[in-house]
């Protein structure tokens, strides 16, 4: 049963017919007092409540309330029901412990998204999670990342929106990847947006679209990633650098899925999850006013944090072994391994490109060394600025070898010199000159 908190007699009806219609069997009462003669005596499988019972009251009995609530049913998912411009209060509402909230007038889908999601998230916290999920790409089997996995694995089949923390290079792709992969948007669109790559004055038409002529040098229509996503997953990468003002438009759009076309006025309408990334502190960000405490509790209903790679030193070799194998077959060459002293050395080093930086060193070694077992030495030669490393004596096939890895990462990276760069370990400045040297063309 869900139950219905409103002082509104047509917002009580309104609600009631809606979740009745979604199949939803509910109980609705008219003020605090009420509403908690109910929840001490039954527990409701979900509540929706208004903020504001009484004028002048600027939702202080609203929270009373939820915070009431919660001593009795602690369990229970709770959806805040606001207007937008007490956002501020609907923060509060998220500190005391409610689940999510929704802005009047509210959006049907976007709400019952957000009850499904809650009663979902429920169900899997009471009976548990499924075994057969995948994990393609994600090597380890720290405690750390077990239990990075063991939440994917719970909140995957959700709607729930997800913030995946964690240094730079320790896979928070992969993890949105996964959580998209295991889903019921698994066969529809996955699609990727590096946020900190956006400036202000193309955030919107990346993001929602433009009409043709609708700024200089539109010159047809385009579509917007949100619109792309539809029935999918969009993967908002390094949310923590979007500048403030983009940090409202796209609140708006995460809060009734909702949005237009930059010289369009007709809204449209978007069926999306969010899962979203960053490698900055996003609480510090908040407290220094650079990020929008609204759009965190919007974006974070779960988080999911990522340790670095100094903290995960059992998942080293595994890595390792794994960037090996697959570099050598993407080269057709025999399988590698590695000496004890190689691996007890990997083990040792503070990794501060973590999972990238072990993968660059990895692979620069073995197209270097020619060799199917890797030594210490072999990883200390290569773990220096490449411009300093001598070529070895096969200069021919290394030169053959390097171009190969050049042209892959070309192609893997669409030409972006500076992802090309980095996944080679080197800088753009040396990639330029490999190009001139190999007469590759961008």
């Known amino acids: ?26 109980r609705t009462v008219s003020g605090p007092q009420e509403a908690l003669d109910v929840v001490r005596g039954i527990a409701p499988q979900l ?7 009484s ?11 939820l915070r009431q609530v919660k001593i009795f049913r602690p369990e229970t998912p709770v959806i805040l029901i606001t207007a937008w411009g007490t956002i501020s209060l ?39 999670k499924r075994t057969d999920f995948r994990f393609d790409g994600i090597i380890g089997r720290s405690g750390a990342l077990t ?51 956006l400036s202000q004055s ?10 043709k002529g609708a700024f200089t040098d539109a010159w047809a229509d385009r579509t917007g990633r949100f619109e792309m996503a539809d029935r999918g997953t969009v993967f908002l990468d390094e949310i923590g650098d979007l500048e403030l003002s983009c940090q409202v438009k796209l609140l708006r759009v995460l809060q009734d899925q909702t949005f237009e076309a930059l010289g369009d006025s007709r809204p449209r309408k978007v069926d999306v999850r969010v899962v979203s990334a960053t490698n900055r502190n996003l609480r510090e960000k908040i407290a220094d006013r650079t990020f929008r405490e609204d759009l965190f509790y919007r974006i974070n209903l779960i988080t999911i ?18 960037f090996a194998a697959r570099q050598a077959a993407a080269n057709r060459l025999p399988a590698p391994d590695f000496t004890p002293a190689a691996l007890a050395y990997l083990q040792s080093l503070p990794w501060p490109g973590n999972i990238r930086e072990l993968k660059n060193l990895v692979e620069r070694t073995l197209l270097v060394s020619g060799k199917t077992l890797l030594d210490k030495a072999d990883l200390t030669l290569q773990n220096r600025t490449p411009e300093a490393v001598a070529p070895p004596e096969n200069s021919s096939r290394l030169n053959d070898l390097e171009k190969q890895s ?18 080679l370990g080197i800088s753009r400045a040396a990639l330029y000159r490999r190009l001139d040297k190999y007469g590759i063309r961008i």
Request: proline residues 4%.
């Open 47 to 53: 509540i929706v409540m208004d903020m504001n019972f």
């Open 202 to 211: 193309l955030f919107e038409s990346e993001m929602f679209g433009h009409k």
């Open 147 to 197: 239990e990075a996995l063991d939440t994917v694995a719970r909140i995957a089949p959700t709607n729930a929106s997800v913030l995946v923390t964690g240094e730079s290079g320790t896979g928070k792709e992969l993890i949105a990847e996964a959580i998209h992969a295991n889903s019921p948007r698994a066969a529809e669109p996955f699609v990727k947006v590096n946020l900190g790559g």
């Open 1 to 26: 049963m869900i139950l219905i908190i409103d002082d509104d007699s047509a917002v009580r009806a309104s609600l009631g017919f809606l979740l009745r219609h979604a199949g939803f069997e509910t």
């Open 55 to 65: 004028i002048g009251t600027s939702g202080e009995e609203g929270l009373r309330l």
């Open 406 to 423: 050049i042209l892959q990462a070309m192609e893997k990276h669409g030409g972006n010199i500076s992802h090309v760069a980095s996944t």
């Open 90 to 128: 609907a923060v509060e509402g998220m500190r005391a412990g409610a689940f999510d909230f929704v802005t009047k007038p509210w959006n049907n889908t976007a709400l019952l998204n957000s009850i499904r999601t809650a009663l979902e998230l429920n169900r899997q916290g009471e009976h548990g």
């Open 305 to 322: 944090h990522l340790p670095p790679l100094r903290e995960r030193p059992e998942d080293v070799p595994l890595l390792a072994r794994h």
